[in-house]
């Protein structure tokens, strides 16, 4: 057997040490935070969290994000991102910790229009989620420079208009035991990135406005949003 001559490359996420890192997959979580959850209509004590993907392609870093096409809600969810460097199946919190790379701050932005239509037709929404540049990352810090702590501030601005603001404590689920409880269902392996929930606050995104997410200890993320 030979290998069909397809080639691609997995996209590339800087690195605080000047190394890059190669995005395998993105996982995500929704209604990671009491308050959001709130906001989303959901009552947060009696819900699990809420997994689903982006494709690897979603994440990018860069200076300008092209707002998507066919919508006119487009929010912001800013979130703590984690980057696996190992992975496996049935992994315990124990093993969650030793198989993170490291950490930084994303912005899971979402056609919130196209998300509400869908739920009411009882139809998929991976398209309101998974779109070309719908997963803007900062540079990312490795685990031995940088762990979530309780107190650590997660916020986001709006042309300089505070939007979000929260603390990381104020997670349902803590990290490792939200990937322990995603590796029930799926493999999880180096090169996957997992946005952890956002905090209550978000709101609707327009081209040509400049947005910073920023995590207490992490460099910051800054993007402007221009029209395609
Ligand atoms: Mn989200």
């Not at 996209?11 to 000047?18: A, E, H």
């Not at 989620?129 to 601005?157: H, R, T």
């Amino acid at each position: 057997m030979s290998e069909l001559a397809v080639s691609w490359q997995p996209p590339m996420l800087p690195v605080s040490d000047g190394r890059v890192f190669p995005v395998r997959h993105a996982w995500c979580v929704g209604r990671n935070y009491v308050e959001h959850a709130r906001e989303m209509g959901v009552d947060p004590e009696r819900s699990a969290p809420v997994f689903f993907s982006k494709p690897a392609r979603a994440l990018v870093h860069a200076d300008q994000v092209q707002y998507p096409p066919d919508t006119g809600e487009l929010h912001h969810e800013v979130e703590l991102v984690v980057f696996l460097a190992d992975g496996g199946r049935d992994l315990s919190p124990e093993q969650v910790k030793a198989a993170i790379f490291g950490y930084a701050v994303g912005v899971d932005l979402t056609r919130r229009d196209v998300q509400a239509r869908a739920k009411a037709a009882g139809q998929p929404w991976e398209m309101s989620k998974g779109f070309d540049q719908s997963g803007p990352a900062g540079m990312i810090v490795p685990a031995g420079s940088w762990q979530p702590n309780p107190e650590s501030a997660i916020g986001l601005s709006v042309d300089g208009d505070q939007r979000q603001s929260a603390e990381l404590g104020q997670m349902i689920w803590t990290v490792p035991e939200l990937l322990a409880q995603l590796s029930r269902t799926v493999t999880l392996a180096a090169g996957d990135a997992v946005f952890t929930g956002t905090p209550a606050g978000v709101s609707a995104l327009y081209p040509g406005q400049h947005v910073r997410a920023h995590i207490e200890g992490l460099p910051e993320l800054a993007f402007e949003l221009v029209a395609a």
